[in-house]
């Protein structure tokens, strides 16, 4: 069974940073595509960043592009996604996510979710 645990969230202050981890309880975890959505108060969820199961292909929305970057380490099942410039909009509850195929994850679909951890950006 796999299993998403996630670490890393908090609160901070506008142009602040956090990083948040993502680690795949699972040996199949290298075979993952990764990535994370979050969901603002009242809103949908949406897609932030992707990484395909070798690292080699990502994505980041241009809602956050520029501020975020995500990465994997070399052993595969630890998905990070760091946060930098962090704006009050940035608010939401962050979610990981992995599915075997990233047309899946890219469309909210994942096989796989994390229980959420929640980002707070206020002065």
């Known amino acids: 069974d796999v299993r998403l645990v996630e670490s890393g969230g908090g609160s901070v202050q506008p142009g602040g940073s956090l990083t948040l981890s993502c680690t795949v309880s699972?040996?199949?975890?290298?075979?993952?595509?990764l990535g994370w959505f979050r969901r603002p108060p009242g809103k949908q969820r949406e897609g932030v960043a992707f990484?395909?199961?070798?690292?080699?292909?990502?994505y980041i929305s241009g809602l956050v592009r520029g501020r975020f970057t995500i990465s994997r380490d070399s052993a595969g099942n630890t998905v990070r996604l760091q946060m930098n410039n962090l704006k009050p909009e940035d608010t939401a509850t962050y979610y990981c996510?992995?599915?075997?195929?990233?047309?899946?994850?890219?469309?909210?679909?994942?096989?796989?979710w994390g229980q959420g951890t929640q980002v707070t950006v206020s002065s």
């Open positions: 990484i395909s199961w070798n690292g080699g292909d990502t």
């Open positions: 699972e040996s199949h975890g290298t075979q993952l595509n």
């Open positions: 996510a992995a599915d075997v195929h990233e047309y899946n994850l890219r469309l909210g679909a994942a096989s796989h």
